[in-house]
């Protein structure tokens, strides 16, 4: 604990903290240094995700490393830590992209559609940036807490009416989830007597017998309250009404909250009962293979029905938590690197067309995609004349291009990293070493290139109505800081195919550091705590 | 002493619950706060109950961990009180704001048709 670098692990924390609390000093009219101080905040956090980055990764030596950071460098027996490892600097770095992406998109109209919406999205960055980091269950519930807090003011952000009823809808679901995080959280202290998930991970192994159902049912309870988050069916009902109605650049954070449930079912479900977990190794693996197929099959329905292009959106979010939580369940180390793939790919380009539907809606009239429908099933004429020969402008064209990628990436298409990641995930199923492929494996790879089949039909039926059939009765006005950040995480995403390599090289070393979390447990936990004696507590 | 706790955690979640399943939101919000009652009375119970023990040391005692009270529960309810508390008071704002909004105290903003 000497030296500035060694710090580093805690300021993601600390500059949205600051950020955000000076905010709510600021007078309310003066958006330009708000924002400007948002911008530079966001900012900073892109260039550190990318440094921890590197030094999760090990750049000099290339071996990896789990830095952990003891606040008051307490022992973390007694103390709180925050731990640094490759999936945490995966998420920070993706948390710093759609930060920056979705704050550059508000600055052009959504900043000034209510008060406090700089410091809530400080606020929520912070939380988001706490919830990668920390290595302790009850620090992570309080992140999460911030998180969701910073997010019903996001979700709220515009007023109206939908939003008010959705977002009611959104408050009462998460309170209840979160006190069914703090049931399994407190169920699990009281069997293992431990909060810090690496020592927990130690201790799983030594539990008694006959506290282990215990501890497995606080798990569970825990685990509910992550895929709440997630959306798993039948619990993500929520989740597509929620984020049809939020507000664009608010959606785009805001969406990778689903992806902070999977990341805590990945990160403790790995730890607490992969290979070191004893007699409870593998517990619950089948529930969130079946879960997220099923999760797969109601997104990938949803997808197909829905009329509307931000429904149409949720609907994918919906997709994408179950593949990440089917592949999860499949506890193949190889089908988690590709699932990180996946997950990546995914939350750039579903927070890219969260910005887009914003874009492309604003130049339409009410109604318009129903009517669409009601015009193909009814086969009603359209008059044509007036359409011949009237250039497509020059931003209609570049929106229709992001919805092209967009399709793509969602779909999974080639040439987009959307087809990659899917690829990588399917390639480790059929060859899984000589054996033969199980009935699961197929039900998953089923359902993989269905819903992507799902995907791409939705997603051509709502390009075509929106792009030829009813065009937008004016072009949409799109200033360059809205077409930017949908830019910037489309080109990611075609770099993301471009350097594939480096790339996937960096998730499989994260999958193998997750699935055997050896240098995790060891980084935080120097000296095990000899089994036996905690017994004694009692 | 046991069976006390056990039963006052189950009678709250049980009311918690049921209110919590109703359709009108002030329902919903006195049922959420009796469910976070609940639950901060059982985090309390991880900690074993005692009775008579002392917070952390007895005067003059050498400490041992088998004789005070658990102090990381205590901690846990106290954050959770707070955030409860907290996430409570911004869920009223919301349910007022939909009130207003909505013209109808029904959690999804309007009466069911008869």
Do not use: I
């Given at each position: 604990m000497s030296g500035w670098m060694d710090h580093l692990t805690i300021v993601p924390i600390i500059i949205p903290l600051l950020a955000g609390t000076l905010m709510m000093l600021i007078d309310e009219r003066r958006r330009t240094l708000k924002a400007a101080l948002g911008v530079a905040s966001a900012l900073v956090l892109l260039v550190l995700a990318v440094v921890l980055l590197l030094v999760a990764d090990g750049a000099p030596s290339g071996g990896g490393a789990v830095r952990v950071y003891r606040l008051g460098d307490w022992p973390s027996l007694f103390g709180i830590v925050l731990v640094l490892d490759r999936l945490a600097a995966l998420m920070l770095l993706l948390t710093a992209i759609l930060g920056i992406a979705a704050l550059v998109f508000s600055l052009?109209?959504?900043?000034?559609?209510?008060?406090?919406f700089h410091s809530l999205f400080q606020f929520q960055l912070m939380g988001l940036n706490g919830a990668f980091l920390t290595g302790d269950l009850f620090n992570l519930f309080v992140f999460f807490e911030i998180m969701l807090a910073a997010s019903y003011g996001l979700a709220l952000h515009g007023s109206g009416l939908a939003r008010v009823r959705a977002g009611l809808h959104y408050l009462v679901i998460n309170l209840a989830a979160s006190l069914l995080f703090l049931i399994g959280v407190s169920m699990i202290y009281g069997v293992a007597?431990?909060?810090?998930m690496a020592e927990l991970a130690t201790r799983i192994a030594v539990v008694a017998s006959e506290d282990r159902a215990l501890l497995e049912a606080g798990a569970a309870i825990l685990g509910i309250a992550f895929l709440i988050k997630a959306g798993m069916w039948p619990l993500g009902f929520w989740l597509p009404n929620t984020y049809a109605t939020v507000s664009a650049a608010s959606v785009a954070i805001i969406s990778i909250l689903s992806k902070v449930g999977v990341y805590a079912v990945l990160r403790l479900w790995l730890l607490m009962?992969?290979?070191?977990?004893?007699?409870?190794?593998?517990?619950g693996g089948l529930w969130l293979l079946a879960g997220g197929l099923l999760t797969i099959a109601f997104g990938s329905v949803a997808v197909l029905a829905t009329q509307n292009m931000a429904r149409l959106a949720s609907a994918s979010v919906l997709v994408s938590s179950g593949t990440l939580l089917a592949a999860a369940g499949t506890g193949q180390v190889a089908v988690t690197g590709g699932a990180l793939f996946y997950l990546t790919s995914s939350v750039l380009g579903i927070a890219g067309f969260f910005l887009l539907i914003e874009l492309v809606e604003r130049g339409r009239e009410l109604g318009a995609d129903v009517l669409a429908v009601t015009r193909e099933a009814f086969g009603e004429e359209v008059d044509e004349d007036d359409q011949v020969g009237v250039p497509i402008p020059a931003a209609m064209a570049i929106l229709g291009a992001s919805f092209v990628a967009c399709a793509l990436l969602l779909a999974g298409l080639?040439?987009?990293s959307g087809f990659l990641a899917k690829f990588a995930m399917l390639g480790p199923l059929l060859s899984p070493g000589g054996a033969g492929v199980s009935a699961t494996t197929w039900a998953l790879l089923a359902a993989l290139i269905l819903s992507g089949l799902a995907t791409i039909v939705a997603m051509t039926r709502t390009g075509i109505d929106v792009f030829w059939a009813s065009p937008a009765a004016a072009v949409p006005r799109v200033r360059v800081a809205e077409l930017a950040p949908v830019m910037l995480l489309l080109t990611l995403c075609v770099a993301l195919s471009v350097q594939a390599g480096p790339v996937m090289r960096y998730m499989e070393a994260t999958a193998q550091s997750i699935h055997v979390p050896h240098g995790y447990v060891t980084g935080v936990v120097p000296t095990p705590w000899p089994s036996g004696t905690e017994g004694d507590r009692r | 002493m046991e069976l006390i706790l056990a039963l006052g955690i189950g009678v709250l979640t049980g009311s918690g619950v049921w209110l919590l399943l109703r359709p009108r939101t002030f329902q919903v919000i006195i049922g959420l706060s009796l469910l976070s009652y609940a639950v901060n009375l059982f985090i309390f119970s991880t900690g074993g109950l005692r009775t008579g023990a002392a917070p952390v040391l007895e005067r003059g005692a050498v400490g041992h961990l088998a004789t005070h009270a658990d102090p990381v529960p205590q901690a846990l309810v106290l954050t959770a009180i707070v955030i409860s508390f907290a996430t409570t008071a911004l869920f009223l704002v919301v349910l007022l704001a939909a009130r207003g909004l909505t013209g109808t105290d029904h959690v999804d903003g309007r009466e069911k048709d008869r």
């Open positions: 052009a109209r959504w900043q000034h559609a209510g008060a406090h007597g431990t909060l810090n009962f992969g290979e070191s977990g004893g007699a409870s190794a593998g517990f080639p040439p987009l | -």
